[in-house]
């Protein structure tokens, strides 16, 4: 065991605060990572807050997590000490039945383990994320990273990259197509970004008037402010593919209807609570709607790997870990532009 220092929130009403955790010795499996940066998702604010109803105290959030390999089981092959490597959403899944077999860990039939508030495969009790200095997992949860791009950019790759690129690959986005990108924040700019680079025509929908200039500078065809009546009509039926990144609760059935026929609306954002759809808005024009949990340990590395190629990573703020609470409140309010990154030398 080694004693790892961390920021925790002990409650949902408390802010988070320093804590110390302890890690496990490395396993002969295992990749040992001294935390360089750590993104901070939306999913850790609503985790922190108890949004979802099913967060587990003391919780120390983060699944955005860049480092360098400090300690390697013997058993380990894909990494060496001094490697850079990341770690997503997952450190562990049933490994057996089909879905991971196919690689998608994420809807693993038995349950997947989260970097954080979920509860190891072993029983050794809670797992905690990337809000502290050291984390270890299995190798094959660990991603490998470029060298070519900045480390603190790539962090949130490992969750709003891959949480966009999964469903913008499953529906085929790319070339002819007009897409909508719903909410402009963590997501909402990956969801841009790897829309263009896939050749789609982008629509940046938003209800931030002042987010116009930075959506066309990240690559957006077109802008509409949803708060705008004339400027939403402008947009009925058009869309073949909408991602939904939103956070907070919206009508989903105004959006619907911005798709064209066949038209597919796939929900990455998640509110709580839902607002209730009107089927009536998907049978007319044989509209579909979805949603797509982050992706797989093999979608994640060919997502890595693509961004590398394609020279993509993410708009960063770097802050210190004292400041978390306040990168929350910010965050409630949309003033991000467009990650928050945890620098862990704060720590
Ligand atoms: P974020 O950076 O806070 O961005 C959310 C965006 O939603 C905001 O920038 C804003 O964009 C828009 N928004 C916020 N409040 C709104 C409101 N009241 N009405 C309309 N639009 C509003 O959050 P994020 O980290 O991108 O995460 C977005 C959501 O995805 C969260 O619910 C998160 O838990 C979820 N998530 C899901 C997965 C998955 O696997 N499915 C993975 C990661 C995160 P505009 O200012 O442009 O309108
Ligand atoms: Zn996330
Ligand atoms: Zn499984």
Redesign the pocket.
């Known amino acids: 065991m080694s004693s790892t220092k961390s920021y925790a929130a002990q409650s949902e009403t408390t802010p988070l605060t320093p804590w110390t955790i302890n890690r496990r010795d490395p396993k002969p499996t295992d990749v040992q990572i001294d935390i360089k940066y750590c993104g901070v998702?939306?999913?850790d604010l609503?985790f922190a807050k108890n949004d979802w109803g099913m967060s587990v105290y003391p919780l120390v959030p983060g699944h955005e997590i860049v480092g360098i390999v400090t300690a390697v089981g013997d058993k380990v092959s894909k990494f060496k000490v001094g490697d850079l490597a990341g770690i997503g959403c997952l450190v562990d899944s049933c490994r057996e039945c089909h879905n991971c077999k196919d690689g998608l860990e994420q809807y693993c039939s038995n349950g997947w383990v989260g970097t954080y508030g979920g509860m190891e495969k072993d029983g050794s009790g809670a797992t905690y994320g990337g809000y502290s200095k050291c984390i270890l997992a299995h190798e094959d949860f660990v991603l490998h990273l470029s060298d070519k791009q900045p480390l603190e950019a790539i962090a949130p790759l490992l969750?709003?990259g891959i949480?966009t690129y999964s469903p913008l690959r499953r529906w085929n986005v790319g070339k002819g197509q007009k897409v909508g990108v719903l909410?402009?924040?963590?997501?909402?700019h990956m969801g841009v970004k790897l829309a263009v680079s896939m050749g789609a025509e982008v629509t940046m929908l938003?209800?931030?008037p002042s987010?116009e200039a930075d959506a066309k500078r990240l690559g957006a065809h077109k802008f509409v402010l949803?708060s705008d009546e004339e400027q939403t009509k402008t947009v009925a039926g058009y869309f073949d593919f909408i991602l939904d990144?939103?956070?907070?609760?919206?009508d989903y059935n105004f959006y619907l209807n911005m798709l064209n026929t066949n038209g597919t609306m796939v929900c990455?954002?998640?509110?709580p609570p839902a607002e209730p759809i009107v089927p009536f808005n998907l049978i007319f024009q044989r509209r579909s709607i979805a949603?797509?949990?982050?992706g797989g340990l093999p979608e994640t590395q060919e997502m890595l790997d693509y961004c590398a190629e394609h020279n993509i990573v993410s708009d960063v703020e770097v802050i210190a870990m004292k400041d978390i609470n306040e990168a929350y409140e910010r965050?409630l309010k949309?003033d991000?532009r467009?990650?928050f990154v945890i620098d862990m030398a704060t720590l």
């Open positions: 998702c939306h999913s609503h969750c709003a949480t909410g402009l924040g963590g997501l909402g938003s209800h931030t987010k949803t990144t939103v956070s907070a609760q919206h990455v954002g998640a509110p949603g797509s949990l982050i965050m949309g991000v467009y990650r």
